[in-house]
């Protein structure tokens, strides 16, 4: 099912929790609702199942306008945070339950829950209580009492947060692998780049109510909008120096000059970021003059990688570096950037320059 949210904003009192939100999900896709605490992402899933009313704008199903909708009227399956399982009832009972609702007869709700079972690998504890299962489990559980309704829409609301790490990474890979299956269009909140970034095949990133940037999770890492995304994507987090932009380059607080690929757009004098991945550092040829003069300050074994922090004037700088160079504390080195992961923000706004 494509979903489409035309300017929906929604409104506590004074709070302005969604603001002028428009964005389009196409037809069976697993897309990820990302951003920070309060930043709206919950909210507008619950203006998407009808838990809560639109302060205005309009929300689309193929079309069709559903705005004013009851959830049980949407097609919609949820999954929330703590599960809500039916403690009393088994496996069987829990995902049966919504057929029972419905009036379907015995056999054929047996028959559906069954087959859903097996869809999230747990057919061979149907008879169990929830208090019987992992967090895992149940969370699978959930999933199954969600799909077993057929629904057009599947919406997650952090399903993930209450596992441990292991248990997280395994569930987020079944949760693709049960979209895929299905191909039911999924809308998947969360606060977790890592899981957003690796099950999605769009992210929907936002802020204070505010839609940052649409796009495939490759695209918002490589070409990000504005300085909000390329701080929140990246794990070490972006590094930012300030400086200004002077006849084609970069020119640091310290006076130390980066010639870039490019300054499209950036006003001769501008106070910038110059936003570098970590991964876009490396060493520079002898006798450029165009460098970051950097010293080290410590060096960190990251399995088969090495990152050096490293001190640029008053800056703290993460740099993926080779085993090769055998760098300590103490060092000092000159780093180039490379084409790739660079960015020009502009520092008052955020604003992209390059």
């Given at each position: 099912?494509?979903?489409?949210?035309?300017?929906?904003?929604?409104?506590?009192?004074?709070?302005?929790?969604?603001?002028?939100?428009?964005?389009?999900?196409?037809?069976?896709?697993?897309?990820?609702?990302?951003?920070?605490?309060?930043?709206?992402?919950?909210?507008?899933?619950?203006?998407?199942?009808?838990?809560?009313?639109?302060?205005?704008?309009?929300?689309?199903?193929?079309?069709?306008?559903?705005?004013?909708?009851?959830?049980?009227?949407?097609?919609?399956?949820?999954?929330?945070?703590?599960?809500?399982?039916?403690?009393?009832?088994?496996?069987?009972?829990?995902?049966?339950?919504?057929?029972?609702?419905?009036?379907?007869?015995?056999?054929?709700?047996?028959?559906?829950?069954?087959?859903?079972?097996?869809?999230?690998?747990?057919?061979?504890?149907?008879?169990?209580?929830?208090?019987?299962?992992?967090?895992?489990?149940?969370?699978?559980?959930?999933?199954?009492?969600?799909?077993?309704?057929?629904?057009?829409?599947?919406?997650?609301?952090?399903?993930?947060?209450?596992?441990?790490?292991?248990?997280?990474?395994?569930?987020?890979?079944?949760?693709?692998?049960?979209?895929?299956?299905?191909?039911?269009?999924?809308?998947?909140?969360?606060?977790?780049?890592?899981?957003?970034?690796?099950?999605?095949?769009?992210?929907?990133?936002?802020?204070?109510?505010?839609?940052?940037?649409?796009?495939?999770?490759?695209?918002?890492?490589?070409?990000?909008?504005?300085?909000?995304?390329?701080?929140?994507?990246?794990?070490?987090?972006?590094?930012n120096i300030k400086g200004a932009i002077h006849s084609g380059f970069f020119v640091a607080q310290n006076g130390d000059k980066v010639r870039l690929p490019e300054t499209d757009g950036a006003p001769e004098g501008v106070?910038?970021?110059?936003?570098?991945?970590?991964?876009?550092?490396?060493?520079?040829?002898?006798?450029?003059?165009?460098?970051?003069?950097?010293?080290?300050?410590?060096?960190?074994?990251?399995?088969?990688?090495?990152?050096?922090?490293?001190?640029?004037?008053?800056?703290?700088?993460?740099?993926?570096?080779s085993f090769d160079y055998g760098l300590k504390a103490g060092d000092e080195v000159t780093l180039q950037v490379r084409d790739r992961g660079v960015f020009l923000f502009d520092l008052e706004t955020g604003r992209r320059y390059a």
């Open positions: 099912m494509r979903v489409e949210m035309k300017n929906l904003s929604k409104h506590f009192g004074r709070v302005k929790a969604v603001n002028d939100f428009s964005v389009i999900l196409n037809d069976g896709e697993l897309v990820c609702l990302l951003g920070p605490s309060g930043c709206g992402k919950s909210t507008v899933l619950n203006m998407l199942s009808g838990i809560l009313p639109v302060t205005g704008g309009k929300i689309y199903f193929d079309d069709e306008d559903v705005t004013d909708l009851p959830p049980e009227q949407r097609g919609i399956g949820l999954v929330f945070q703590n599960y809500a399982l039916y403690p009393h009832m088994t496996v069987l009972g829990n995902i049966c339950f919504p057929l029972e609702i419905q009036g379907l007869p015995k056999a054929e709700r047996i028959q559906r829950a069954t087959e859903m079972a097996e869809l999230v690998h747990m057919e061979g504890m149907l008879h169990r209580k929830p208090k019987e299962l992992s967090g895992g489990q149940q969370q699978r559980v959930a999933i199954a009492r969600a799909l077993v309704k057929r629904p057009n829409l599947l919406l997650l609301d952090e399903p993930l947060s209450n596992l441990d790490a292991r248990l997280r990474l395994e569930m987020r890979e079944e949760i693709r692998r049960i979209q895929l299956q299905t191909k039911v269009t999924t809308i998947f909140v969360t606060h977790d780049q890592e899981e957003a970034m690796s099950i999605s095949d769009h992210i929907v990133l936002m802020k204070d109510g505010f839609l940052q940037q649409h796009d495939d999770p490759q695209a918002l890492y490589n070409e990000p909008a504005n300085q909000f995304v390329a701080d929140f994507l990246g794990n070490p987090p972006i590094n106070k910038v970021h110059l936003a570098i991945r970590a991964e876009s550092f490396m060493m520079a040829d002898e006798g450029d003059e165009s460098c970051l003069h950097c010293t080290v300050e410590n060096v960190y074994q990251l399995g088969k990688e090495e990152m050096a922090l490293l001190n640029f004037g008053d800056t703290q700088v993460r740099a993926y570096l």
